[in-house]
């Protein structure tokens, strides 16, 4: 009766919370309360696949629901992004049965990557991705390094790792461990053979502390890195990105399996092959994979086109304080080869706490935007003039370079009849305060 109850009242919350477009977490915090343990009572699929890291969770997530949705799987996910364990109770209870049994296929979860180990406590993951582990939030995550370890206490001996092979720190977890599935890149034409950054967080091994070596650096951090001195070294893949084209937009997987791109990002290619490598695993042919995610957009509003006036653009949703975040979003606008401007907004620095801190600029490699593909940089928010401090030690041209407090005055000064596409890059704090005018899709 307990758990009947429990589930009951977690439905009926998460139904009333629907209708006003909000509570995916309540319903889960107020069934913990009336039972603790209540995920260790509910009876769960045959798979259940996690996904947590640094960035590309919630994008991961979507796109191998997506996949698994397609090819006639029924799964429950949570779609709202509420990844602590009070929106992952919601999810469960709310996919389940009054007897307690979820009635999917299959149970994908996206976890915080801060507070898996209690997310993991009742519910082991029969196969867990992890996409990435970088310098994040300082007011959340602190350093890559202490991030790691919350993640190793939710990880269970008898599950099936799927890691990042060129995360020097996500690979880490594999040490040791035989049921490990790796996912990474070839050497690609987008690749360089010196580092690129404001900082180099694969500067040493993570396991000794020497200096390390690169064959080869696909962006930041990742690649192929090899220890001077403990010998650790990247892993050879079984599912991997074989060749890309930016500039038409294609990706190919296992040298089989060619993926046209929506968005087009090396970033966002890990991603699809996390959800590609996870679909395989689950015997999903790859054909059909390819099929299915060939000009997927994004469904979860990290990416939207929008208009305003008679010009176009793209809104790229980038976490303040993550600088590796940001270098991508820079790096597709520095790429659009038609020429584009590009503004961006920090008016809130954290959506969660309160805090004026922005010396993580300092660590996001603004020089991207010094490219002839770009026209304008305009600057908006209640921090621009931090953000001109940043520009200033930039070699971008200062006649490039407007600042805007306002984000109106901002937005009014873009409708200005050019036909240019507009790059806007920002945080999900900020965005709603962009969109609001402007026309989205």
């Known amino acids: 009766m307990k758990v009947f109850f429990t589930i009951l009242i977690c439905k009926l919350l998460r139904f009333a919370g629907k209708l006003i477009g909000k509570g995916s977490s309540f319903p889960g915090q107020v069934a913990l309360k009336l039972c603790p343990d ?6 769960l699929p045959k798979y259940i696949i996690a996904v947590t890291g640094s960035n590309g969770k919630t994008s991961t997530v979507e796109m191998l629901a997506h996949i698994l949705t397609e090819s006639g799987k029924s799964v429950s996910w949570n779609r709202e992004g509420s990844n602590q364990i009070e929106g992952v109770t919601t999810l469960v209870l709310g996919s389940a049965g009054f007897s307690g049994k979820v009635k999917s296929d299959i149970l994908l979860i996206e976890s915080d990557e801060r507070f898996a180990k209690y997310t993991f406590k009742y519910i082991k993951p029969t196969h867990y991705v992890i996409t990435n582990l970088y310098r ?18 939710s990880i269970y001996d008898d599950t099936q790792l799927i890691l990042n092979a060129d995360d020097p720190l996500v690979s880490r977890f594999g040490i040791g461990r035989e049921n490990v599935v790796w996912f990474g890149a070839d050497k690609l034409s987008t690749d360089t053979d010196a580092f690129v950054g404001a900082y180099n967080d694969g500067a040493y091994c993570p396991v000794c502390g020497a200096p390390m070596t690169y064959r080869t650096y696909h962006y930041n951090h990742i690649g192929h890195f090899k220890c001077t001195k403990c010998g650790y070294i990247r892993r050879d893949t079984e599912y991997t990105i074989t060749s890309v084209d930016l500039e038409k937009g294609v990706m190919e997987i296992d040298g089989s399996y060619k993926i046209s791109l929506a968005l087009k990002s090396l970033y966002n290619m890990y991603n699809i092959l996390a959800a590609y490598s996870v679909a395989r695993i689950i015997g ?50 520095s790429a659009f080869s038609d020429g584009c401007d590009v503004l961006i907004i920090v008016d809130a620095v954290s959506r969660k706490y309160f805090t004026s801190d922005v010396s993580w600029l300092w660590d996001i490699n603004f020089d991207f935007l010094n490219s002839p593909n770009i026209g304008e940089v305009v600057l908006a928010g209640k921090y621009v003039n931090d953000l001109g401090m940043r ?49 989205g899709d």
Not at 140 to 150: F, K, Q, S, T
Not at 290 to 304: F, H, P, Q
Not at 323 to 328: E, G, R, T
Not at 414 to 424: A, E, K, Q
Request: proline content about 2%; charged content about 25%.
């Open 136 to 153: 994040d939030q300082l007011t959340r995550n602190g350093h890559p390094e202490w991030v790691y370890n919350a993640i190793a206490d």
């Open 284 to 333: 999903i042919d790859g054909g059909k994979i390819a099929d299915i995610m060939s000009d997927y957009v994004l469904k979860n509003g990290r990416v939207i086109t929008f208009e305003l006036g008679n010009r176009k653009g793209t809104l790229l949703t980038s976490k303040h304080e993550n600088s590796i975040s940001y270098d991508q979003s820079l790096r597709v606008a």
């Open 38 to 43: 209540i995920l260790s009572r509910v009876e």
């Open 391 to 439: 520009f200033s030690f930039t070699d971008i041209p200062n006649e490039k370079i407007m600042l805007f407090e306002d984000i109106g005055e901002a937005v009014d000064y873009l409708d200005n009849g050019s036909g240019r596409y507009i790059y806007c890059i920002t945080c999900f704090s900020d965005k709603g305060k962009f969109l609001a005018k402007v026309k």
